[in-house]
T-cell receptor
Framework: GAVVSQHPSWVICKSGTSVKIECRSL??????MFWYRQFPKQSLMLMAT?????????EQGVEKDKFLINHASLTLSTLTVTSAHPEDSSFYIC?????????????FGDGTRLSIL | AQKVTQAQTEISVVEKEDVTLDCVYE???????LFWYKQPPSGELVFLIR??????QNEISGRYSWNFQKSTSSFNFTITASQVVDSAVYFC?????????????FGKGTSLLVTP
């Protein structure tokens, strides 16, 4: 149980393109989803926290207009990288959590490798 | 400020050696969670363990063991009789209520290479 599906797993596109990444909880309802970014050989950094039905909370230094997050249902959150540029190339990974209590574990998707040419 | 410190950037061992990965954390919260994840070259995060701040019992799972010491704010991870398949990047992470509603703060990771 507690499977998180992330799609696509790999994207290569031209500079200026907008790219949408989906994060789905397949067998549970996720009231909270998190989006992380990982540059090569670096750690995972939290980009934003997404709660179903409300606006996402972005971490300092993350442009909300560039990284659009939509959490319209309890099983789906999307991250759209608008007008992507080569510096946005990274590994993006989402996680989903049931409930808001501290004892609720996070379940990670398999990540999306984004390469902007 | 870095909340989770993994001082070892890279470790290389020969198969069957024991290896300990260090993790030191910093928090003002009284309730928090500590995690270890494994990230193989394919990129996905493999969950290894979660420990809450009120449970200082050490844990052993097969070849893996964890030593949680609140007095030193450490949560170290030991692999006994290492195998080539253990080669990966290992991340220690902290989850606390004070910031971002229990999102995970990851350390910088320790890259473990186990050679035959």
């Amino acid at each position: 149980g507690a499977v998180v599906s992330q799609h696509p797993s790999w994207v290569i596109c031209k500079s200026g393109t907008s790219v949408k990444i989906e994060c789905r909880s397949l067998d549970f309802q996720a009231t909270t989803m998190f989006w992380y970014r990982q540059f090569p050989k670096q750690s995972l950094m939290l980009m934003a926290t997404s709660n179903e039905g409300s606006k996402a909370t972005y971490e300092q230094g993350v442009e909300k207009d560039k990284f659009l997050i939509n959490h319209a249902s309890l099983t789906l959150s999307t991250l759209t990288v608008t007008s992507a540029h080569p510096e946005d190339s990274s590994f993006y990974i989402c996680s989903a959590r049931t409930g808001t209590g501290s004892n609720q574990p996070q379940h990670f998707g398999d990540g999306t490798r984004l390469s902007i040419l | 400020a870095q909340k989770v410190t993994q001082a070892q950037t890279e470790i290389s061992v020969v198969e069957k050696e024991d290896v300990t990965l260090d993790c030191v954390y910093e928090t003002r919260d009284t309730t928090y969670y500590l995690f270890w994840y494994k990230q193989p070259p394919s990129g996905e995060l493999v969950f290894l363990i979660r420990r809450n701040s009120f449970d200082e019992q050490n844990e052993i799972s097969g070849r893996y063991s964890w030593n949680f010491q609140k007095s030193t704010s450490s949560f170290n991870f030991t692999i006994t009789a290492s195998q080539v398949v253990d080669s990966a990047v290992y991340f220690c992470a902290l989850s606390e209520a004070l910031d971002s509603g229990y999102a995970l703060n990851f350390g910088k990771g320790t890259s473990l290479l186990v050679t035959p």
